[in-house]
């Protein structure tokens, strides 16, 4: 399943700026064949600063308000309980196919029991209707730049600390307008401690150790990025390394939810998209980093258009593009 064909434009390193400021106008400009005949810089004398909290962001629906394509049969569910694929994709990584369920059949956990109990946590449509509901409120999805003015191929929104890719920072309250991130539902939480335990069991068993946490630490979130990739989404090869020292250093995970369609998932020891290894993440797949791959290179080369199960189509009307959330310990 690991491939080598995929190539990626990193948003920094592409040739397109989408939107720049130049005071109040919004400009679009491409940088390999358009110059500004005037300076951006700002004047100090003139233009005071506004206060972060003075600026507002736009709201992001990630619903779709439109007609949607009617969902293909090849689209539907194939997850059958019990036949789950649990894949170790390198030491400290782990890919667990279809953890998040539909519905609530609950999923056969890595003894073979029944968990009926924590099914309520696992449903697609609810974890999309949480944030849903968050990404309308305060701190709720935006759409971010780089510090060179370039925008991220995504929507994102923060939950428990913020995390701000101009400073590489995270802090109790978002610059961009001063907003609080809302909480990390406990909900969420449980779920994570449950991925990272099923990893472990799937170390322990397969590599026929018994101390599965040395190879993947378990961790409690307290960070949330979610982001929303519309079906022109992508994220280039990156570090997640932003967390504390000891946070890194002790090879906490990385635990990251797929909702929707599918992605182009591309990771390595390099900031190279030839060498770098692809998995395709379906919609209720988790995938694990932590212990000596918790600094992998790994990032968003493509998103599948029309790859959402039917299932979760019908149900819930998630706009075209893939949903994603990813948990730290900070
Ligand atoms: C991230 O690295 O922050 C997100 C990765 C993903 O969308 O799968
Ligand atoms: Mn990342």
């Known amino acids: 399943m690991a491939t080598n064909k995929h190539r990626v434009t990193t948003p920094l390193a592409g040739n397109r700026v989408e939107f720049i400021m130049v005071g109040t106008i919004r400009v679009s400009l491409n940088l390999k064949n358009f110059s500004l005949p005037f300076s951006t810089k700002r004047n100090s004398d003139t233009a005071k600063p506004k206060p972060a909290s003075s600026f507002r962001v736009n709201q992001f629906d990630i619903f779709f308000n439109g007609k949607r394509y009617a969902p293909q049969e090849k689209n539907k569910?194939?997850?059958?309980?019990?036949?789950?694929?649990?894949?170790?994709?390198?030491?400290?990584?782990?890919l667990l196919k279809k953890f998040l369920t539909h519905d609530e059949q609950g999923w056969l956990n890595a003894q073979g029991r029944d968990s009926n109990s924590?099914?309520?946590?696992?449903?697609?449509?609810?974890?999309?209707?949480?944030?849903?509901?968050?990404?309308?409120?305060?701190?709720?999805?935006?759409?971010?730049?780089?510090?060179n003015g370039a925008k991220l191929r995504l929507h994102m929104m923060c939950l428990g600390l913020d995390w701000d890719p101009q400073t590489g920072k995270y802090g109790n309250k978002r610059l961009v307008d001063g907003s609080n991130p809302p909480s990390i539902p406990e909900r969420f939480r449980k779920l994570v401690v449950k991925a990272i335990q099923e990893a472990q069991y799937l170390i322990r068993k397969e590599c026929r150790v018994s101390y599965a946490e040395r190879i993947l630490p378990s961790m409690s979130p307290d960070i949330c990025i979610v982001n929303f990739y519309n079906n022109y989404g992508r994220l280039g090869l990156h570090k997640d390394r932003d967390e504390t020292p000891e946070s890194i250093q002790k090879g906490l995970p990385v635990v990251s939810f797929s909702i929707?369609?599918?992605?182009?998932?591309?990771?390595?020891?390099?900031?190279?998209?030839?060498k770098a290894e692809n998995a395709v993440l379906d919609s209720g797949d988790v995938v694990i980093f932590g212990g000596v791959s918790r600094l992998i290179f790994h990032g968003v080369s493509s998103i599948i258009p029309n790859s959402a199960p039917k299932k979760l189509l019908q149900d819930i009307m998630l706009s075209p593009g893939r949903l994603n959330l990813t948990f730290r310990q900070y």
């Open 77 to 94: 569910e194939i997850c059958i309980e019990g036949e789950k694929e649990r894949m170790i994709l390198r030491p400290g990584m782990v």
């Open 118 to 147: 924590n099914s309520y946590l696992s449903r697609r449509v609810e974890i999309v209707k949480i944030c849903r509901e968050l990404g309308l409120g305060p701190g709720g999805f935006y759409r971010p730049s780089y510090e």
């Open 260 to 274: 929707g369609d599918s992605a182009e998932f591309i990771y390595g020891d390099h900031r190279d998209v030839d």
